[in-house]
T-cell receptor, first 113, second 116 residues
Framework: DTGVSQNPRHKITKRGQNVTFRCDPI?????LYWYRQTLGQGPEFLTY????????KSRLLSDRFSAERPKGSFSTLEIQRTEQGDSAMYLC???????????FGPGTRLLVL | AQSVTQLGSHVSVSEGALVLLRCNYS??????LFWYVQYPNQGLQLLLK??????LVKGINGFEAEFKKSETSFHLTKPSAHMSDAAEYFC??????????????FGQGTTLQVKP
């Protein structure tokens, strides 16, 4: 098992473009989380999946953001009409049932020009 | 609502000196508490966690933390700093025990600088 993977690791885009990030959790981890981390801050929760069901969304997740986890495996986070304020590190974490520890991926760093 | 406060955004120590990073939490239920470390341009790596077993928790790389309910604290220590300890450290609390989704609430982080 190679841990949580995220792709791409870096993304530079122009304001107004759409971007999509992918997260592959550790196999058999049915809980998956997305966080956003801006420079000099701690990560902030965005959304949570239990298998394929999206069970919690932060108010940080505006209408321009959408996340999916088809078949309860990998997850995607899409940002539409990107804004400069979306520039951040997007972190994915997974966890097995009945365990409190989350295992983080390396993150996707987004820069919106 | 749960929250975490890390006192001191930057801590500088000499190599071989004691490391002390402070974390205070707020939680209406017995908390799960974590310390994570983040190296530049990388994700978060778990250092240690408190889940209501022993109050003194030992983690990787010689770090340990003590849960003090009376002080609502979970400070991270290491007896002797090494150059490789230079990184960003985050304290976090989980809402799993509140019957919620288990999301982590992080402090703002402390940058540890180790001087030769």
């Amino acid at each position: 098992d190679t841990g949580v993977s995220q792709n791409p690791r870096h993304k530079i885009t122009k304001r107004g473009q759409n971007v999509t990030f992918r997260c592959d959790p550790i196999s058999e981890h049915n809980r998956l989380y997305w966080y956003r981390q801006t420079l000099g801050q701690g990560p902030e929760f965005l959304t949570y999946f239990q298998n394929e069901a999206q069970l919690e969304k932060s108010r940080l997740l505006s209408d321009r953001f959408s996340a999916e986890r088809p078949k309860g495996s990998f997850s995607t986070l899409e940002i539409q009409r990107t804004e400069q304020g979306d520039s951040a590190m997007y972190l994915c974490a997974s966890s097995p049932d009945r365990e409190e520890t989350q295992y983080f991926g390396p993150g996707t760093r987004l820069l919106v020009l | 609502a749960q929250s975490v406060t890390q006192l001191g955004s930057h801590v500088s120590v000499s190599e071989g000196a004691l490391v002390l990073l402070r974390c205070n939490y707020s939680s209406s239920v017995p908390p799960y508490l974590f310390w994570y470390v983040q190296y530049p341009n990388q994700g978060l790596q778990l250092l240690l966690k408190y889940t209501s077993a022993a109050t003194l928790v030992k983690g990787i790389n010689g770090f340990e933390a003590e849960f003090k309910k009376s002080e609502t604290s979970f400070h991270l220590t290491k007896p002797s700093a090494h150059m490789s300890d230079a990184a960003e450290y985050f304290c976090a609390v989980s809402d799993l025990r509140s019957g919620n989704t288990g999301k982590l609430i992080f402090g703002q982080g402390t940058t540890l600088q180790v001087k030769p």
